[in-house]
């Protein structure tokens, strides 16, 4: 659920002026970004691109962009659909191919040089976004074709399209007087690059800190592979002979999972929720008071009420109150379980003879403990039988099954990292489908978390289809000199995750490159992904990957008994801690007095207002709350759940037709993930469901009903 999917923000992306010069290859003859990609699949000739590459290849696809838009805005006819919506959503091809790679790069393999390069990008490419949608003959003629839709015969798509771009144009500011398009622009730009600001003392904070052991008594409780993933990390740190815990969840978790030392949990936990909240330069407080008033003044620069109901309007569950009424709901009976199990964890902690009250960082040491103790699972057990190269080769297994489709490993094409590896993706015809990318495992130039993004996307030119090309990014446990990387469950359902929005990418079968692929509403956007998600418990499913990585043997029968046993375990603990960041997010962005702003008073107030327990923190506190500041999901973040609805209805049908059935399968490929943004979200679910959707199948799964 903390996953996230990086949309293309079509022209979206911005950031603000750096210090630093950064130099610049002006010669385009050489610059490998502006020529055609001579590679195998047209990937991305990575080893080819340089730093100084970007800024003049970007700049160069500004004019070409800017001369397309003077062709459709000087056309001597009357507007039409193809000439001015049609040929908007084809221009701007080079600029896209160039932003992803950067963007791309700035998240999974970064440095300083380049941080500072997008401060300098970011509001080059907000202004040019704002020249496009704050052009008024261009808007004059779209309004033109828009108020002309009913006689235009318009097929689903093409009525689409014509309504996201006319949303956009007017979303965007169109109808704004020139004063007010002055200011909105000043917005945008500073927006951009305060939003990357956030992000980078994020990463900065994250490799900042190190819990380092010297002693091995401290390292009391811990299991042999988690001490020795440990040791290499201090190696890679130059501190041989000690060992170095981070705050990369893949580190700490299991830390906080077995850690007897309760101080040095103490330590490593704070360490994390204190993140970009020192009062130093990497503080994000400043910032974030920028950043929220920012977004009021151009909601309500644009009509809107605040930044949450600009945002919401886009979206499935159209308005705050909608989204409100939604976590209310939810909270109220999470709540309840939370209280009941943090009072399990402290009859533990009684009965071990602990005098002390349970707090954030022994909640998961405990919880661990009372699995154990109550179903017999302990969460190392499972790791050696999800061996990375098993759990993705399951997963393709799995997308056979399904989809018929087959992944292949292509040696010797261009990646930007070692780690990373490449497939291509075929129909069980052999046809092409797109290219696949994983890079699994976490490093210092490379953003928390696990994502999934585009470096093309699919669209249709002249009837042809121009096949995606798709990244998985990940942080996992990483192998060590003695053994594979070996997945916690948590990271397998993450995966699974992570693959469910690759193949909403790789699917896609749209005619436009606005609406293909995951270019759908945020909350809609966690179906493909959630479902996958699904899947992993089922027992048919785990015998195509769970195989000991030492004996080949399948996962025992009775531990599969023993995760479908605890399916309901700490589920108050995890509903709680995500919807309170939901609730979050919300007031953060519908917060109507932006005057004086004092961030962890605010979040104080918020977190009191909803109920939450003091053992539990809010899953993201607001300084390193990327999702919202630095990623597409402010007023977003209650997504997950919305499309957990969803995908827990939609299961159903897999559930009732058996998990594999072909049909079903074909349903949803061809209903949902085939289809991207192409219609309303909910025409597309009852196309699939044949209804809308309930609350109940995720009240169930979830042990709430
Ligand atoms: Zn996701």
Redesign the pocket.
């Given at each position: 659920m903390k996953?996230?999917?990086l949309l293309i923000v079509i022209l979206g992306i911005i950031f603000w002026s750096s210090c630093k010069t950064i130099k610049k290859d002006n010669n385009l003859e050489n610059n490998p970004l502006v020529q055609k990609f001579n590679t195998q699949f047209e990937v991305p000739p990575f080893d080819k691109i340089k730093l100084a590459h970007y800024l003049p290849a970007i700049e160069f696809a500004i004019k070409e962009q800017e001369k397309e838009i003077d062709v459709i805005v000087n056309n001597q006819e009357e507007p039409t659909f193809a000439n001015t919506v049609e040929a908007l959503d084809m221009s701007g091809n080079l600029l896209n191919k160039v932003d992803l790679i950067f963007n791309n790069l700035l998240s999974a393999n970064t440095n300083e040089e380049m941080q500072n390069l997008a401060k300098k990008i970011a509001p080059i490419i907000s202004n040019h976004s704002d020249n496009i949608l704050l052009n008024a003959k261009l808007f004059d003629r779209t309004n033109t074709v828009y108020n002309n839709r009913k006689n235009l015969n318009l097929n689903t798509e093409q009525s689409t399209l014509l309504e996201e771009t006319y949303k956009s144009f007017v979303r965007g500011g169109a109808n704004l007087n020139d004063s007010d398009k002055e200011t909105l622009r000043q917005i945008n730009e500073e927006l951009s690059v305060l939003t990357l600001s956030f992000g980078d003392n994020v990463l900065a904070e994250t490799n900042k800190f190190k819990l380092i052991i010297e002693n091995d008594e401290n390292l009391a409780g811990l299991p042999e592979d988690v001490i020795k993933a440990a040791s290499e990390t201090a190696k890679e740190s130059d501190l041989d002979g000690k060992w170095v815990f981070t705050i990369q969840k893949s580190s700490m978790i299991p830390f906080l999972q077995y850690s007897e030392m309760r101080d040095l949990r103490e330590k490593i936990f704070k360490a994390y929720i204190n993140k970009a909240d020192k009062n130093d330069e990497y503080d994000n407080k400043e910032i974030i008071s920028k950043i929220i008033k920012l977004r009021y003044k151009k909601a309500r620069l644009l009509g809107y009420k605040d930044h949450a109901s600009y945002v919401l309007e886009r979206n499935m569950a159209e308005n705050p109150e909608n989204v409100y009424a939604l976590l209310n709901k939810i909270m109220e009976k999470a709540l309840i379980v939370a209280k009941k199990e943090a009072k399990n964890l402290q009859e533990m902690i009684n009965n071990e003879g602990g005098k002390f009250e349970l707090k954030p960082w022994d909640w998961w040491y405990y919880s661990e403990k009372l699995r154990k103790e109550k179903y017999d699972l302990d969460e190392e057990a499972l790791r050696p039988y999800f061996k990375l190269e098993n759990v993705r080769d399951g997963i393709f297994k799995l997308a056979q099954i399904l989809y018929g489709l087959q992944f292949v490993e292509i040696p010797g094409i261009p990646v930007y990292h070692e780690d990373v590896t490449a497939f291509e993706v075929l129909e069980e015809d052999g046809s092409h489908v797109g290219i696949l990318y994983t890079d699994f495992f976490p490093r210092a130039s490379k953003r928390g978390g696990a994502w999934m993004t585009v470096y093309r996307k699919e669209k249709k030119v002249d009837g042809e289809r121009i096949p995606p090309i798709i990244s998985i990014v990940c942080n996992f446990t990483k192998p060590t000199d003695e053994k594979p990387s070996l997945l916690s469950y948590e990271e397998v359902l993450t995966f699974f995750?992570?693959f469910g929005?690759a193949l909403h990418g790789l699917l896609s079968q749209c005619e436009y490159y606005g609406l293909s692929g995951t270019s759908v509403q945020r909350d809609f956007?966690?179906l493909p992904?959630q479902i996958m998600e699904n899947f992993v418990p089922e027992p048919e499913v785990l015998k195509l990957f769970a195989k000991h990585y030492k004996t080949g043997e399948i996962i025992p029968q009775e531990l599969v008994n023993k995760i479908i046993n605890s399916a309901y375990f700490n589920k108050g603990f995890e509903i709680v801690e995500y919807i309170s960041a939901s609730f979050l997010d919300m007031d953060w962005h519908t917060l109507a007095d932006t005057s004086s702003i004092d961030v962890n008073e605010f979040e104080r107030q918020s977190m009191e207002k909803i109920g939450l327990i003091p053992e539990i923190i809010v899953r993201y506190r607001t300084t390193y709350f990327s999702h919202v500041f630095t990623w597409a999901y402010s007023a977003g973040y209650y997504s997950y759940v919305w499309a957990e609805l969803l995908d827990s209805d939609a299961y159903e049908s897999f559930k009732e037709n058996g998990i594999f059935d072909k049909s079903t399968a074909q349903s949803f490929r061809t209903n949902i993930l085939e289809k991207g943004g192409s219609d309303k979200p909910m025409n597309l679910y009852k196309s699939f469901k044949g209804a809308e959707p309930s609350i109940e199948p995720y009240l169930r799964k979830k042990g709430l009903l």
């Open positions: 996953h996230l999917s995750h992570e929005h956007v966690e992904s």
